[in-house]
């Protein structure tokens, strides 16, 4: 089993930056690729980021390439999301994913594991 615990969530102004963070406990966390999936109000949950073990490889939603970067200290056991140039419908409850694959999956449902969310509103 692994645990994950989202923070780094809040209010910020249209253009500002938030840092997520995800810490994860359990089975060993640097075998796992890791994922950040967002979803909005009445809206179904869409990928983010997702990066492998050893950060060799990551991938990215078109809607926010060139402004979010994900990174993991699998030292620290956490996986960060930097969001910079933020925009109002960057708004959403942002969760963190993970799993034993390999492969940098973007469909919600090949991953195991789950956080319990952490909600970024961006205001206009």
């Known amino acids: 089993q692994v645990q994950l615990v989202e923070s780094g969530g809040g209010l910020v102004q249209a253009g500002g930056s938030l840092r997520l963070s995800c810490a994860a406990s359990?089975?060993?966390?640097?075998?796992?690729?890791m994922a950040w999936f967002r979803q909005a109000p009445g809206k179904e949950r869409e990928f983010v980021t997702a990066?492998?073990?050893?950060?060799?490889?990551?991938s990215y939603a078109d809607l926010v390439k060139g402004r979010f970067t994900i990174s993991r200290d699998n030292a620290k056991n956490t996986v960060y999301l930097q969001m910079n140039s933020l925009k109002p419908e960057d708004t959403a409850v942002y969760y963190c994913?993970?799993?034993?694959?390999?492969?940098?999956?973007?469909?919600?449902?090949?991953?195991?594991?789950w956080g319990q969310g952490t909600q970024v509103t961006v205001s206009s």
């Open positions: 359990g089975r060993p966390f640097s075998t796992y690729v």
């Open positions: 990066i492998n073990w050893n950060a060799g490889g990551t």
């Open positions: 994913a993970a799993d034993r694959s390999s492969l940098l999956y973007t469909t919600a449902s090949k991953y195991a594991y």
